[in-house]
């Protein structure tokens, strides 16, 4: 099994439906993140947490939000879609600071 | 705040040729460094990194060195293969307050 876990892979939804992605971690580690990656950009970070208690804005977080349910869980919602958002999402985790993450598989988000 | 500059793709090869993918950085303090691979279909995988100054990385064949003085990893290989076709990710992290910032990718193609 996967040590990061995306639910769905893909995705397609209409404008203006909220949706949520979902990812579950086995590493044990404390922090988690969420990415977005569009061809030519990179990746870009939308949230990341610390802990359960602590969640900070990225880069890009207007129009979307997180909740950290438990160290093993961080999902990410869009509350209103919109066709921009249409992207790769990737979710991640380390151990600290300075030190490698590891990356779930990805969910490919479609907005029409 | 840090950034990742890195070479823009697509690059083409043929089979064992010499690849070099650039890199250079900016960043506070003394980050560490990171090249991730993305095989299609697939997240992000660590292939290297290096913690401090004039380290180097390796893994399968690929190597890269932290040049302070230049504030440059690039990544190097001496004989690629078709496998090796992939999008490659320069990052860097470090300081307190995480954050792994990415390049934007280079597209490897390389052709028996």
């Known amino acids: 099994d996967a040590d990061v876990t995306q639910t769905p892979r893909n995705r397609i939804t209409k404008t203006g439906k909220r949706i949520m992605l979902e990812c579950s971690q086995t590493?044990?580690?404390?922090?988690m993140y969420w990415y977005r990656q569009d061809p030519g950009l990179g990746l870009r970070l939308i949230y990341y947490?610390?802990?359960?208690?602590?969640?900070n804005k990225g880069e890009i977080s207007d129009g979307y939000s997180v909740s950290r349910q438990a160290q093993a869980k961080f999902s990410l919602s869009l509350e209103s879609a919109i066709p921009n958002q249409t992207a790769l999402y990737f979710c991640?985790?380390?151990?600290?600071?300075?030190?490698?993450?590891?990356f779930g598989q990805g969910t490919r988000l479609t907005v029409v | 705040g840090n950034s990742v500059t890195q070479m823009e793709g697509p690059v083409t090869l043929s089979e064992e040729a010499f690849l070099t993918i650039n890199c250079t950085y900016t960043a506070t303090g003394y980050p560490s460094l990171f090249w991730y691979v993305q095989y299609p279909g697939e997240g992000l995988q660590l292939l290297l990194k290096?913690?401090?100054?004039?380290d180097k990385g390796s893994n399968k064949g690929f190597e890269a060195t932290y040049r302070k003085e230049t504030t440059s990893f690039h990544l190097e290989k001496g004989s690629v293969q078709v496998s090796d076709s992939a999008v490659y990710f320069c990052a860097l992290s470090g300081g307190s307050n995480y954050k792994l910032t990415f390049g934007k990718g280079t597209l490897l193609t390389v052709n028996p």
């Open positions: 290096a913690t401090k100054a004039d």
């Open positions: 947490s610390f802990d359960v208690k602590d969640i």
């Open positions: 991640a985790t380390s151990r600290g600071s300075n030190t490698e993450a590891f």
């Open positions: 590493k044990g580690h404390d922090r």
